[in-house]
Each structure stands twice: as C-alpha cells, then as structure tokens.
C-alpha cells in the first residue's frame, strides 16, 4: 500500500487556468499510474484562480474516498471565519489536518498569534503541518522556515502532533535532531526535487535520507510525500526503492505511519 500525505492541485503553470476537476482528474489518473493507494491534497495560505480555498477543495473531493485534505492557513491573513470554518471541518471529519506555510509568509512557528489553531489541532486531535526548508519561490525568507524552530513548538505543546515537510532539507540533519528529541515530531520527504531525481542527486539524497534514519532510529516519524506536481510521483517511487531498509521499515514510511497518523481507514481503500 501506498500513502501519499503531500499533494497540491494548485496550477503552477499561471499562464493558463485550470479547473479543480481538471487538477483533481490529473492527480487520481497519476495515483491510478503509479498504484498510490490514497493521498492527501494541501490547500494554499492564499486562494486566488489558481489555487483553490480549503472549502472548494472538501467539496471537490466529497465523491473520491482516496483522497483526503489537509486546511492550509494563512498566517498573515486568517480571521474568525475562517476559524469557525476550519473548527466545523475538522468537528465533521472533513479534513486530516492543518498546513502552515513559514518561509513563504514571514512567522516562527512558535508565534503566539498560531495558538488558536494549535489548541483546535490538540483538540480535535490532527497533525500541524510547516513548509520547511528551501522555498519553491524565491520571494520566500528562508530564515522563518528552518527545522530548528519546531522544538521549540515541540516542547510548548506536547500534546501537539507536527509534521515538518520536506526533512526542513537542506537542514536535514537540523531535522534529525528535532525528530529524534521529540516524540510528537514527525517529518515527510516530499519536495526534494523538482521534477525527476537525476542520478547523481538521487545518491546524494539517498545517503541523506538513510543518515537520518541511522541517527533518529526506527522510522516511525518518516511520512512518505511527493509535492506532486512538483515532483514526479515514479520519481519518487523509484527513489523509495533505492533506499537501502528492510522492507518492513519501508513499509512504515509508504503508509503504516500516515494511517495511524492521519486516521485513515485503510480497510476502505
């Protein structure tokens, strides 16, 4: 089985619109390609034509039981109603988590302006989810979204469940140290790419990958991503196959770890 817990149906290509069937049509055809059994679809910190809101994004899926979604939040710019929305989704079951977006808007993610959506996260009992790392776009201000910050997340909110995408990479040692510290800590490995691993990349990030994993022991903080369409998803699959674990500790990364996480019925797929 395979669970992919970072996709987007945004359009990156802004030179055209795309309509959220479309993107969403896309994203199951690819799914279907590459024998993923379920994924997780992350809405944006903005709405605009080319990204849709989290609301459109639940009633899009409604009819696809392989497809779940994660609220993206805007720091700069959330107000009552969009609390009063996101606390009925997750009260309904609706949606799986929230996602924070630091780098690309300009917070720690230990600022207190966030408790709110920490306390709905602790109470209704899903995962916080932080850009981390590198920004796709080079507007963003790396320095707010360096793995390092979610300890101090970590050890303000115990009972908080964080999920830093992307192994914070290049910090990816950083990372190592925020996971292995913190039991409520959890990482995904979306986003190392764009497009296709080449070879030379893929043995780098191969090494990275399985340092990590040496340092902060048994893989069960390791989400499996990719950040399509960003990233190829048989990309992707074949950097999986070349780490070097038994197949039991894969299996914990591909989907063991999302379903428990997440709360995925698995037995409906």
Request: charged share 25%.
């Amino acid at each position: 089985m395979i669970i992919d817990v970072h996709t987007h149906i945004n359009n990156y290509h802004e030179d055209r619109v795309t309509s959220i069937d479309q993107s969403l049509n896309l994203l199951s055809q690819t799914m279907e390609e590459n024998k993923v059994d379920y994924a997780l679809v992350l809405s944006s910190y903005k709405v605009n034509e080319h990204r849709p809101s989290t609301t459109q994004v639940v009633e899009a899926i409604a009819d696809r039981k392989n497809l779940g979604v994660v609220a993206g939040i805007s720091f700069l710019h959330y107000d009552y109603k969009d609390v009063r929305i996101i606390s009925d989704y997750l009260e309904k079951g609706l949606i799986k988590g929230l996602k924070f977006y630091p780098g690309y808007e300009p917070f720690y993610p230990n600022d207190s302006r966030l408790q709110i959506w920490y306390e709905m996260a602790i109470e209704f009992d899903v995962p916080v989810m932080f850009h981390s790392g590198d920004t796709y776009a080079p507007r963003g201000k790396v320095k707010y979204s360096h793995p390092i910050h979610h300890d101090d997340l970590a050890v303000d909110y115990p009972e908080l469940k964080i999920v830093i995408c992307h192994v914070g990479n290049p910090w990816i040692k950083d990372c190592m140290e925020v996971v292995y510290k913190n039991d409520n800590v959890y990482a995904d490995i979306s986003g190392l790419v764009l497009g296709d691993f080449n070879e030379k990349f893929e043995r780098y990030m191969k090494n990275e990958i399985e340092e990590m994993i040496t340092y902060a022991g048994n893989p069960k903080y390791l989400l499996y991503g990719t950040d399509w369409p960003i990233s190829n998803m048989n990309s992707y699959l074949k950097f999986m196959d070349q780490l070097d674990l038994p197949e039991e500790k894969k299996e914990l990364i591909l989907w063991k770890n999302a379903a428990e996480l997440f709360k995925i019925d698995v037995t409906a797929l």
